[in-house]
């Protein structure tokens, strides 16, 4: 793997309205991305959860653009620190990311790229929700110790090539994750990280984590931007 140049490792804030709020986003895209990257942080976190920024950095090594947001307000966090009500809302998390999907799909820097949804334990949900009602938009999903039980009836709907990874040691979210699998009807995969837990903090099992991402988006990205290069030829 070749070491990021200084422009593969800038980002710049964006500012991405959705509805009636204003989320704030990192933007990073390497030079001549093919495809980019939204992630749906999981519970109690944000657009610096140092995990996800660990996969958006190896992901923007591979070539391929990133879009860190907030999925909540600065109200909001602070009401669902205290709360941890708001976390589990799926349709409001959905509702965010597919705002967020359609303002990249507008915007001049990114609305040619093909574009995939990374989303790590209730924001896997809000991706899988939002592959089902953006079909021709996401075109792959990754899941890291996911709760893609909770996309509930759209995991049928989901038609973007998804992967699901989990700690071999976060055994009741295994089982869940078995669960959505069966559910789902697109090209699917479940992939058990080897002595890692829930948050991947076992040596490694982040890197290992971040490798099958980039994997499976340069993978399924690429034919999208292929498919869309040889259409306009």
Known sequence: ???????????????????????????????????????????????????????ASVLRRNGLGTLLFDLLTPEEEAEDAVTAHIRFDIDLLATRLVGTVDWATRDPRTRTLALGAF?????????????????????????????PDLAGSYLPQVRAPTLLVVGALDLPVITLNEEALRHLKCAKRLEIVPGATHLFEEPGTLDVVADLAARWFRDHLGRVAQAGTTGRA
Not at 121 to 137: D, N, Q
Request: charge should be positive; avoid cysteine; charged fraction near 20%.
């Open 1 to 55: 793997m070749t070491e990021p140049t200084r422009r593969d490792r800038e980002e710049r804030e964006v500012v991405v309205p959705v509805g009636s709020v204003e989320l704030m986003g990192s933007l990073g895209l390497p030079a001549g991305a093919e495809g980019i990257v939204v992630f749906a942080h999981g519970s109690g976190s944000s657009r610096f959860s140092p995990r996800n920024r660990h996969v």
């Open 119 to 147: 989303g790590a334990s209730t924001g896997a949900a809000a991706a899988l929700v939002a592959a089902a009602l953006r079909p021709g938009r996401v075109a792959a999903v990754v899941s890291r110790g996911g709760r």
